[in-house]
């Protein structure tokens, strides 16, 4: 493998044999110790009662049931969630904290709890469409299923094989620097589509209840219009009648 090719020391990417030595340690270890993962919740300010986020939080209880989970959340309802059922918080970010740097600094955290904290998986769970209740896998690498996101299929054929290619000055920084690269990349991406369908909701609902406002508007027209109406023929029927009587 390039693993053993080129002596790589890395638990993020497996390049040949998935979790085949993890696995293993994992297994035997977890006979005794239950098995460690960690979960990226985040939530977004919902501006209307719509409950977008229980299926995510049924899920996640279910999939935590028979392992150690911690959190890293972001918005309160995350870290409210996570109160409320006793979860770990290693990490809250509130909404107030979120900037344009939260991608960079959370792959850097991430990364390091992966590593020194020897979790099997790493789950990121956000509000969209194109998961209706399942997180995104993001570690190990080769588990990593943010692909479904994009609506995009792995394509073997478009693979390099680098095993004919000389990497200067080091091919562990060189394989260290892409997978910082491919980690902000992806966690920017799933900050991007949380907060962009949250927005999409806001706007749907926005539009609904400006139809719901301008259909309103439109009876109100009719019924004042039909008054108006009635008002007028009974005017005419009253000149009508006075000039009978004249």
């Not at 260290?176 to 907060?195: G, K, R, V, W, Y």
């Amino acid at each position: 493998s390039l693993n053993q090719k080129y002596d790589l020391d890395s638990s993020l990417i497996e390049l040949e044999n998935p979790f085949l030595q993890k696995e293993k340690a994992h297994k035997f270890r977890n006979i005794f110790i239950k098995e460690k993962q960690l979960w990226i919740y985040v939530t977004e300010v919902q501006k209307y009662s719509t409950d977008s986020y229980t299926r995510y939080e049924n899920k996640i209880l279910k999939l935590t049931k028979k392992v150690k989970a911690d959190f890293i959340t972001i918005g309160d309802k995350a870290l409210d969630f996570c109160k409320k059922h006793k979860f770990n918080v290693l990490l809250n970010i509130s909404e107030q904290e979120k900037n344009d740097d939260l991608s960079s600094s959370l792959v850097q955290v991430v990364k390091a709890l992966y590593v020194e904290q020897n979790y099997s998986k790493v789950f990121f769970v956000i509000n969209t469409n194109k998961s209706y209740d399942e997180p995104f896998q993001i570690l190990p690498l080769k588990s990593f299923n943010l692909g479904k996101l994009a609506d995009v299929e792995e394509n073997k054929s478009m693979l390099v094989d680098v095993s004919n290619y000389k990497i200067y000055p080091d091919i562990e920084k060189f394989i260290d620097a892409q997978i910082n690269i491919f980690l902000e990349n992806s966690i920017h991406s799933l900050m991007i589509e949380s907060s962009f369908y949250n927005a999409k909701n806001n706007l749907v609902i926005n539009n609904k209840a400006s139809k719901k406002l301008n259909d309103e508007i439109t009876k109100v027209s009719k019924k004042m219009l039909m008054a108006k109406r009635e008002e007028e023929v009974e005017e005419i029927v009253m000149l009508t009648r006075k000039n009978k009587s004249i």
